[in-house]
């Protein structure tokens, strides 16, 4: 089974700033790699599907790359409605593993 | 428009078994390509993936589970049920159910308690 590590846990940044989260995948999943966001009582979110392709209605301040095993989502001019939780998700191999999240909150 | 709602019950005795039943509408199962899948999400924790089941009809489980779960379709119906055996405390979760394989709609999740 392909794991997920997320970094980091918890990142603290001010509204208007960038944020940057990483996913580490312990095998290579090509580019078959997914971004949701989560806020509380929630469902995910998709975000970013294809390590990059924005799902239909996703701001372009949302912005996936990597490939492999190295994937970053960057979150640009950081609004109110985007401090959440953010999970990846490996869609190469089956069990389609998930992250263990990153908690995005307000500095 | 594209939803998924998920149903079945709020509280299960350790040992039974859990079924819900994910009702979609706006797509289709039979086409070719589209999947319908089961996450779970225990309180506070992390998504996990338990089944998935494809247009075709070949079905996936989580490794881990693969022994108490089944999943199942009903194209006419636009029905994919998830059935889970002896079921434990630590089955407690909100159950989701979503369009895959990339899952881009999603339900809005039942909540299952199994009392210790």
């Known amino acids: 089974e392909i794991v997920m590590t997320q970094s980091p846990a918890t990142l603290s940044v001010s509204p208007g700033e960038r944020a940057t989260l990483s996913c580490r995948a312990s095998q290579s999943v090509s580019s078959n790699l997914a971004w949701y966001q989560q806020k509380p009582g929630q469902a995910p979110r998709l975000l970013i599907y294809g390590a990059f392709i924005r799902a239909t209605g996703i701001p372009a301040r949302f912005r996936g790359s990597g490939s492999g095993t190295e994937f970053t989502l960057t979150i640009s001019g950081l609004q109110s409605e985007d401090f959440a939780v953010y999970y990846c998700q490996q869609y190469n191999n089956w069990s389609f593993t998930f992250g263990q999240g990153t908690k995005l909150e307000i500095k | 428009q594209i939803t998924l709602q998920e149903s079945g019950p709020t509280l299960v005795k350790p040992t039974q078994t859990l079924t819900l039943t994910c009702t979609f509408s706006?797509?289709?199962?039979?086409?070719?390509?589209?999947?319908v899948g089961w996450i779970r999400q225990p309180p506070g924790k992390a998504l996990e993936c338990l089944a998935l089941i494809y247009w075709n009809g070949d079905k996936h489980y989580s490794p881990s589970l693969k022994s108490r779960l089944t999943i199942t379709k009903d194209t006419s119906t636009n029905q994919v049920v998830l059935t889970m055996t002896n079921v434990d405390p630590l089955d407690t979760a909100t159950y989701y159910c979503a369009r895959g394989p990339i899952f881009d709609f999603w339900g809005q999740g039942t909540l299952v308690t199994v009392p210790s």
């Open positions: 706006g797509f289709s199962l039979s086409a070719s390509g589209v999947a």
